[in-house]
């Protein structure tokens, strides 16, 4: 099954190689200290510094996937078979990381392109949706029509106070939907374009027609593809909750105790962050294996 298989190769890539880790540390740390002017500024003005300020940390963001991807490529297109020695395999953790800088030269341009477009989509996608849901949760729970709707609306405009015409039920019962609402349409959309950044880099495709190769991939095999996208997203979040209560508990130890715990609970936060790229990449290539390599078709 390519599922259990992609799962499997991982985990004996992933502990073989912990080196790919090791970007991804690095870019965090960097990310950090980039946005911290930001974090800690009280009001944010928009502007022509936050636009610059926007599209520089978007191209920090974008080089590193540029670079990490590649190191991914590389390492499951040249899997290594035999047994290494300590210098060999230490000069084979060091090919590994040359290729970063190559990938990103290579793919930084499509992939800061494909990001753009790709929140763009989002955004469309999220406004036809929200305004769905909510036109269900009118009707359904609120039973307002849509010319009732329009009605309040005019008349919340021409007089704010009629806002506070709703209950403290309505609103919270508002909230609660637009909050799973909000949930499924991330999820859905995210599902539909998981391999987007995939096919620039292990297919060679475009920014636009990496989006419509991803739908591509998941028509071939959607239920085994959602497996997949439950199995890598939904580890992430369960563990990003369970790295926050642990958090909360440990407020109460010493901080020498209470530091070393959120670290490794960071540490384990990270590897599965990685295990789930490489799961991904490696289904991907398995699912597309047959398919005529592009870059091969692109280099003549």
Not at 201 to 209: L, S
Request: hydrophobic share 55%.
């Amino acid at each position: 099954m390519i599922l259990l298989n992609a799962l499997k190769d991982s985990f004996v890539l992933l502990r073989k190689n912990l080196v790919v880790v090791q970007p991804l540390i690095i870019f965090l740390f960097l990310l950090l200290i980039v946005l911290n002017p930001l974090l800690e500024a009280q009001q944010i003005q928009l502007g022509v510094p936050f636009v610059i300020m926007l599209l520089s940390v978007s191209g920090f963001i974008c080089s590193f996937l540029a670079g990490w991807y590649n190191i991914f490529y590389f390492l499951i297109k040249n899997p290594t078979k035999k047994k290494l020695t300590d210098e060999e395999h230490k000069k084979q953790q060091m090919t590994l990381l040359k290729q970063f800088f190559p990938g990103v030269s290579k793919y930084f341009i499509q992939i800061f392109v494909g990001l753009w477009i790709g929140l763009l989509l989002f955004l469309a996608f999220y406004l036809v949706f929200a305004l769905l849901g909510l036109k269900i949760w009118l009707s359904a729970i609120a039973n307002i029509s849509a010319e009732e709707l329009t009605k309040l609306l005019n008349a919340i405009i021409a007089n704010k106070d009629k806002l506070f015409m709703f209950t403290q039920k309505d609103f919270y019962q508002l909230f609660q939907f637009l909050s799973v609402l909000i949930f499924f349409i991330t999820s859905f959309f995210t599902y539909l374009v998981m391999f987007w950044i995939y096919a620039i880099v292990g297919q060679n495709k475009g920014p636009a027609t990496a989006y419509l190769y991803s739908l591509k991939t998941i028509y071939k095999k959607p239920l085994l593809t959602f497996a997949l996208y439950s199995v890598t997203h939904l580890s992430l979040v369960l563990f990003l909750y369970l790295v926050a209560y642990i958090t909360k508990l440990t407020e109460s130890l010493p901080d020498f105790i209470s530091l070393i715990i959120q670290f490794i609970g960071l540490m384990l936060l990270l590897f599965i962050l990685v295990y789930s790229v490489m799961v991904t990449f490696i289904y991907f290539e398995k699912l597309t294996e047959n398919n005529c390599d592009s870059r091969a078709d692109s280099n003549g």
